[in-house]
C-alpha cells in the first residue's frame, strides 16, 4: 500500500498518509493526522511501497551491484528489474510481480510472455 508524505500547512507537521491505490492519490483529500487541517502539501514524489522489500533490496544491493547484471540470466534481470522498480517508487502492479517471480524461478522471459499474453509493451492506455 502506498504511503504518501505531507506537510501540513497550518501545523506544518510532516504526516504519512496511506493511499489507497496510485489512482486515487489525485482524488484523495488527506486531513493532518495532528490537528485535522485539510490543507497539506504533498512533499515528495518518492513513494514508500512495501518497505520490507525495498529493505531486502536494500541488502541485495550491497553485496550485489548492477556490475554483474547477466541479461541471460533471469534470476540477474529479476534482481535488477526489482531494484529499478524499487528506486522508481512505483508499485508496478501483480503482474510485473509474478513476473519477477517466475523471472527468479528461473523461467525465461520468453516462456513468461507466451504464458501471460497481457505482458507486453503497454496498449496506449497506461496510467504512467
Ligand atoms: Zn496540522
Request: aromatic residues 8%.
Amino acid at each position: 500500500m502506498p504511503i504518501y508524505e505531507y506537510r501540513c500547512r497550518k501545523c506544518h507537521r510532516r504526516v504519512s498518509i496511506f493511499i489507497r491505490s496510485f489512482g486515487a492519490v489525485e482524488s484523495a483529500e488527506p486531513k493532518c493526522t495532528f490537528c485535522g487541517h485539510d490543507q497539506l502539501e504533498r512533499l515528495v514524489s518518492r513513494v514508500a511501497v512495501r518497505k520490507s522489500e525495498e529493505s531486502r533490496l536494500d541488502s541485495l544491493a550491497d553485496d550485489a551491484s548492477l556490475g554483474d547484471l547477466d541479461e541471460n540470466d533471469p534470476k540477474s534481470m529479476a534482481r535488477w528489474m526489482r531494484k529499478m522498480a524499487a528506486e522508481a517508487g512505483e508499485d508496478m502492479g501483480d503482474e510485473f510481480d509474478e513476473v519477477i517471480d517466475r523471472m527468479e524461478a528461473g523461467q525465461s522471459f520468453e516462456d513468461i510472455e507466451q504464458s501471460m499474453p497481457d505482458v507486453g509493451p503497454p496498449a496506449g492506455d497506461s496510467d504512467f
